[in-house]
């Protein structure tokens, strides 16, 4: 990003404040414009402020805005301002049976590769790279082999599909991000203004720090929370891993180990409720579900992923004898509670707004507003008129490169659907599986984690909702299920090698070698990995099913990520032997599994392991190195 000041700072400064007003602004008038309205307005504010701020390659300066990215950005306007002017025929004409004019063709096209450069600019390559493939598909489909094969769409249908309906470019994706997204990373910013990152790492210090490897405990804690301001695995590594990463080294990590701690802690917060990534809010939309019901069924799958990484810190750091932060460098729990514990209040008051039942815009409202009101219980927290300024232009900057990822992807969306990919697709798979659901998940799993090496989990995330769910529910996966296992390889994605966009922050910050802590990190992510599978087979793990099924799975399910983090560590009471690691292994899977016969072989291999450790520590009091 550009960094700027003087007239043109604050150019951008209020086109980025007025974005974030606006969106405020229309949900609490009744002279709201309608959604495909709004929605122009979304991609021409976000258009605008990426080429203001987000430089092209190999720009010799980044404080001042060339001459080109002017006339690109008064191009954007001109593009969305056709669309406004031109409303009425837009939403009233028939798509693909009236003809575009020519004038028509060269706004679409032009808004097209506006949006793929803007997109290239604020999140890389990658994505535009893909839509570019599509749209080459769209026009090419009558030369392609077997189920790629299709009539071959015209350049006119293409651009009519792509810009001028609600299957394109202003479609679901988008649409989300301007209803919910933007609304919640502005939250987000009132939070961090606020100091509440801040106090979440005192908090976390002052509950976790003193214990063995308490740094590493600290950055669980701390990044699950900060994961709420967030959702974007490598901002959290970046505001967090400057503070966790020094601090676990110092206390005998190994830099490997400590960069993989941060970054696999860091991509929870996106799978960690109540405030999820923004591809959670696209899930809901395509389910045709609230959010909060997103929310409910992450809660479990997100606390056995915390759950086995804290435990697998703490056998990590018995094992190498590591001890926590020295008591006089931690903070005192109930002074940090005296002077911060409100700031809690704000993201309480969100939680029990969604539970209620308001819809996800309104809670974010409503808690912003809470949390500048409560943020002046303490001045020293207080939210002053400059502050919340500077959180309205932030939120707007943070949005961006969501908005633009939402657009883009919108575009692929819309091929997909106007040339039937998806249903041949699905096909495919199945015939391709044999109608074999774990190969089918499996192929999920790969993809996930491959389009997520060169994307965001947002359009990673859309692209396997478009391909590769409707297999999933053919096969007879839950709906829920199926969205919620592409949603989570997406996200791992960040902290899987070759290419681990959160374990390369991290690895940056504690200088530790990539590979050694992508192996690491894969390590302590091994629950994320595993309990996907478990919640296709057994809703249960999502919060679906009687209350004592839930509770079984829940309480047999943490005993199950505990042993998994032992087996992955190869130490429990003390060093485990291979016998011993295999046992816990099979335990875990079993107890992961929530069914009653499962989880009694599962509690018998583990007590075997256990006792085969205590038998092993009477015979050799010392443990083992």
Known sequence: MRKLAGYAGLVVGIVAVAMSAYHIYVRLTIYAPDQQALLFITLGFSLVLSFLVWPARGERTKERIPWSDLGLALLSLACVGYMLVRYDYIVNRFPTADSLSTLDMAVGITGMLLVLEATRRTIGASLPIVAL??????????????????????????????????????????????????????????????????????????????????????????????????????????????????????????????????????????????????????????????????????????????????????????????????????????EIMVRQAHLFLPVIVLLGLLLLGFTPTYGAIIATAALIVISWIRPSTGLRPLACIEALRDGALNTVPVAMACASAGIVIGIVLQTGLALRFTAFLIDFTYGQLLIALLITMVAGVILGMGMPTTPAYIMQAALLVPALMKLGVEPMAAHMFAFYFSCLSAVTPPVALAVYAAASIGGASLWGSGVQAVKFAAAGFIVPFFFVFNPALLFSGSWDEILRAIVTGTIGVIALAAAMEGFLLRAAGWVERALLLAAAFLLIDPDALTDAIGLVLLAVAVASQKLRAVESPRPAE
């Open 133 to 334: 493939v599509f749209l080459v598909y769209a026009l090419a489909g009558q030369g392609m082999p077997g189920f790629l094969h299709h009539r071959g769409l015209t350049a006119e249908v293409t651009v009519d599909q792509s810009w001028f309906t609600t299957e394109g470019v202003f479609g679901v994706p988008l649409s989300v991000a301007a209803t919910y997204v933007i609304l919640f990373i502005i939250f987000g910013t009132f939070l961090e203004r606020s100091g509440a990152g801040q106090f979440f790492m005192n908090f976390a210090n002052a509950i976790a720090g003193g214990a063995r490897g308490g740094p590493g405990k600290v950055a669980v804690v701390s990044s699950s929370m900060f994961g709420t301001i967030s959702g974007s695995a490598v901002a959290n590594v970046m505001v967090d891993g400057w503070l966790t990463i020094p601090m676990m080294k110092k206390t005998g990590f190994k830099p490997e180990a400590a960069a993989a701690i941060e970054a696999v802690a860091s991509t929870g917060g996106q799978i960690m409720p109540p405030i999820m990534g923004a591809a959670a809010f696209v899930m809901a939309e395509f389910l045709g579900a609230s959010y909060t019901d997103v929310m409910i069924a992450a809660a479990i799958p997100a606390l056995f992923y915390y759950g086995a990484l804290f435990a697998a810190i703490h056998f990590n750091a018995v094992r190498s004898g590591l001890k926590g932060l020295p008591r006089e460098e931690l903070p005192i729990l109930r």
